[in-house]
Each structure stands twice: as C-alpha cells, then as structure tokens.
C-alpha cells in the first residue's frame, strides 16, 4: 500500500504541476493579453525590413493607432516625393513670368496626392497589441515590397504606354489645339509616372527606380516652344479701365504658361472684352456704391468662330465714388481676370471648355451707356 501511495505522489504531482503551469499560462492570457510583439521595440524577424515597408502607430484606440501606422507609411513616400520634385519645375512652377513677378505652385500636392493613394493601396495592417498596464494600442501597417514592386511597376508601364500614345499624336496632327492637349497632357502623365517613379525607390530595398523614355523639361519645353510659334492669343480690352485692365488679363494668362500680345497679327486666338463701371445710388447715407460690368469672348481670328464667352458683374461700395470705382476695379484686375485667364488655359490645354455665349444677367448692356438700375442718376467711370 505504501509503494502503491507513493507511485500516485510520483504520477500525480507532475501532472499537478503542469496543470498548475496550465492555468497560469492561460490567466496570462486572459488577464493580461497576448504578449509584447517583438516589432514594438523596432525589431521583428517576421516582419524583416528586407521584406516589409514598415509604419508604426500608437494611440489610445485601436483604429486611431492604425490611423498613425498608416500615415507613417504615407510620410515616407510624401518625403520621397517632395524631394523629386525640382526634376520637374518645368511643368509644375511657373515663377518670375510676367510684371507681377510671383509664383504658382501647379499640381505637386495633386501629384503627391495621387501617387500616395495608389501606394497605400498595397499598405495593410500586420498586426496590433494592445498594452493593458498602458492602456495603450499598437498598430503595425506594412507593404510586402515585393508586392508593392510588381503593383507599381504595372502603373508605370500604363502610364508609359499613355505617354507614348499622346506623343505620337501631338507630332503626326496639323491641328494646332489638339497638339498642344496632346503634349499637355504626356507630360502630365510623365510627372505622375514619376511621382510612381520616387514610390518605386522607396518600395526597393535598392533605393533604385526604372527610368522614363523621356525627361519632363523637354517635354514642357516642346509645348512652350510651340505656344511661342504656333499658339500666340491676341487681347483687347474696351471701356471703362481698359489698359490696366488688358495688362492684368495678359499677366494672367502669361502665368497659366501661355504666349500673349497685343497685336492680332502672327496671333491664333483673339480674347476680346469690354469693361463698364459706373455709379449707382441705392440710398446709403454712408457708403457709395459702383456697379460693374464685363463681357469678354474667344475668336479664332482665321475663322472668326467664337470659341467661348465669359461675362461677369458685380457691385462695390466704399466711402467715395472715386475709392468705391478704385475697389471694382481691383477686383477686376486681381479676380477676374485669374479666373478669366485660367478658363482660357484650360480650355487651350483641353482641361475644361469656355461657357458658351448663353446671356448672362452679370453681363454689360447692350447699349452705349450701362442701364441705370432702378432709376438712379447713373454715370459711367
């Protein structure tokens, strides 16, 4: 009986003890969750950096420390591009062009934009730990680089394939718009594929992209060469203003990367407009007010074809009628005409069309004098 006694204290104490063990390991578990990730601390044999485009994050909510990770990834792409970007000032800075001597940045945080989006496509969460004594989250996003590799290589080469295609019809077409769109359009298409191009670097543990056919400046310098020859637009501005005014249109649209003068002759496009500003009474014993008016269209001066038109009108007041004429005329000079000089462009590099002639209630009367609303003593300016 002893012996007997004895071999169950023998069979029964290590079984007790692993059942012990057992339950601990389990409270671990449930008390204190899973253990601390080796990745926390930077260092992971499952996710090497060999393999993986790490971003980490920590916040005290889940989804907000997986907002972090995420973004970690995103500013390592954004930091890449950015530092591209003076390889392709050509097409997005116009500066120093003009009297008024300013710069525009055009596409880069559109560009940026765009490519970071398509990267995070490829960007997943890994994993997640949340510390109990912290009561903190964690969050690992990741690219498996290979994968990311083989995703933008495929955007690369569509782009290419765009780009060549938009070349090929800039350099076989006689019409002169269509080139211009074509080249417009290839080169934006270049700087996008470079934007892809930086991604590249990043995603390869070689920090090495894949070269385009073509470089941004000569394509850009291809389509400012031709504007200067073949795209030349002609403006004249009549009425009220019409000098300051006419040197206001023409820096604008010098600035949006277009050739100007004020001859029609050697000119392909003719922006023609009349401007009006006149004083009106509307009864306030403090301010005096101004009305204003403008009507502008596109012709193509061979065909004498209207192309599009713009009008717009508004009304300022200030505390003379000389100071309230001098504030329309700031807005026409500094409002509309950017934003008549954008259409323009964007209508020239096939980006949106110009309104069409539709009357508009902000256009000039059609008579010599501008109507006198609701029968004040008007007089032009």
Same mark, same amino acid.
């Given at each position: 009986?002893?012996?007997?006694?004895?071999?169950?204290?023998?069979?029964?104490?290590?079984?007790?003890? $692993?059942?012990?063990?057992?339950?601990?390991?389990?409270?671990?578990?449930?008390?204190?969750?899973?253990?601390?990730?080796?990745?926390?601390?930077?260092?992971?044999?499952?996710?090497?950096?060999?393999?993986?485009?790490?971003?980490?994050?920590?916040?005290?909510?889940?989804?907000?420390?997986?907002?972090?990770?995420?973004?970690?990834?995103?500013?390592?792409?954004?930091?890449?591009?950015?530092? #591209?970007?003076?390889?392709?000032?050509?097409?997005?800075?116009?500066?120093?062009?003009?009297?008024?001597?300013?710069?525009?940045?055009?596409?880069?945080?559109? !560009?940026?934009?765009?490519?970071?989006?398509?990267?995070?496509?490829? !960007?997943?969460? $890994?994993?997640?730990?949340?510390?109990?004594? #912290?009561?903190?989250?964690?969050?690992?996003?990741?690219?498996?680089?290979?994968?990311?590799?083989?995703?933008?290589?495929?955007?690369?080469?569509?782009?290419?394939?765009?780009?060549?295609?938009?070349?090929?019809?800039?350099? #076989?077409?006689?019409?002169?718009?269509?080139?211009?769109?074509?080249?417009?359009?290839?080169?934006?298409? &270049?700087?996008?594929?470079?934007?892809?191009?930086?991604? &590249?670097?990043?995603?390869?543990?070689?920090?090495?992209?894949?070269?385009?056919?073509?470089?941004?400046?000569?394509?850009?310098?291809? $389509?400012?060469?031709? $504007?200067?020859?073949?795209?030349?637009?002609?403006?004249?501005?009549?009425?009220?203003?019409?000098?300051?005014?006419?040197?206001? &249109?023409?820096?604008?649209?010098?600035?949006?990367?277009?050739?100007?003068?004020?001859?029609?002759?050697?000119?392909?496009?003719?922006?023609?407009?009349?401007?009006?500003?006149?004083?009106?009474?509307?009864?306030?014993?403090?301010?005096?007010?101004?009305?204003?008016?403008?009507?502008?269209?596109?012709?193509?001066?061979?065909?004498?074809?209207?192309?599009?038109?713009?009008?717009?009108?508004?009304?300022?007041?200030?505390?003379?009628?000389?100071?309230?004429?001098?504030?329309?005329?700031?807005?026409?000079?500094?409002?509309?005409?950017?934003?008549?000089?954008?259409?323009?462009?964007?209508?020239?590099?096939?980006?949106?069309?110009?309104?069409?002639?539709?009357?508009?209630?902000?256009?000039?009367?059609?008579?010599?004098?501008?109507?006198?609303?609701?029968?004040?003593?008007?007089?032009?300016?």
């Amino acid at each position: 009986m002893r012996a007997l006694a004895s071999l169950r204290r023998e069979v029964l104490l290590p079984l007790g003890m $692993l059942l012990i063990a057992g339950v601990a390991l389990s409270s671990c578990t449930w008390f204190g969750g899973k253990a601390k990730p080796a990745w926390v601390d930077g260092a992971s044999a499952e996710y090497s950096p060999a393999q993986y485009l790490l971003g980490e994050g920590q916040a005290s909510s889940k989804s907000a420390a997986s907002d972090q990770a995420y973004a970690a990834v995103s500013r390592i792409f954004k930091a890449e591009v950015a530092a #591209q970007a003076k390889d392709w000032e050509s097409y997005l800075l116009v500066e120093n062009r003009g009297a008024t001597n300013t710069e525009r940045r055009l596409t880069l945080d559109q !560009v940026t934009n765009v490519s970071t989006d398509k990267v995070l496509e490829n !960007v997943k969460i $890994l994993d997640t730990w949340y510390d109990r004594h #912290q009561r903190m989250h964690y969050a690992l996003a990741g690219m498996h680089r290979g994968q990311g590799e083989a995703a933008m290589m495929d955007k690369m080469r569509e782009l290419d394939r765009t780009i060549e295609a938009d070349l090929l019809e800039a350099r #076989q077409t006689a019409d002169k718009l269509a080139k211009v769109r074509d080249l417009r359009r290839a080169a934006k298409n &270049l700087v996008l594929r470079e934007a892809f191009n930086a991604d &590249l670097r990043v995603i390869r543990s070689s920090g090495q992209g894949t070269p385009a056919a073509y470089r941004v400046n000569e394509l850009t310098n291809e $389509l400012d060469q031709f $504007l200067s020859t073949n795209l030349v637009l002609a403006v004249e501005v009549a009425g009220d203003h019409a000098e300051p005014i006419q040197r206001s &249109l023409m820096e604008g649209l010098i600035r949006e990367g277009l050739h100007v003068a004020t001859q029609q002759a050697g000119s392909e496009l003719l922006v023609r407009g009349t401007v009006h500003v006149w004083s009106i009474d509307v009864r306030d014993p403090q301010f005096k007010y101004v009305r204003w008016c403008s009507d502008f269209d596109v012709v193509e001066i061979a065909t004498r074809r209207v192309v599009g038109a713009m009008s717009r009108g508004g009304k300022e007041g200030h505390l003379s009628d000389r100071e309230a004429a001098g504030k329309a005329l700031r807005v026409i000079q500094q409002e509309f005409s950017a934003d008549l000089a954008k259409a323009i462009a964007s209508h020239v590099f096939g980006e949106a069309s110009l309104p069409g002639q539709a009357p508009s209630p902000a256009g000039c009367p059609r008579e010599s004098t501008p109507a006198n609303p609701a029968g004040s003593s008007a007089r032009p300016f």
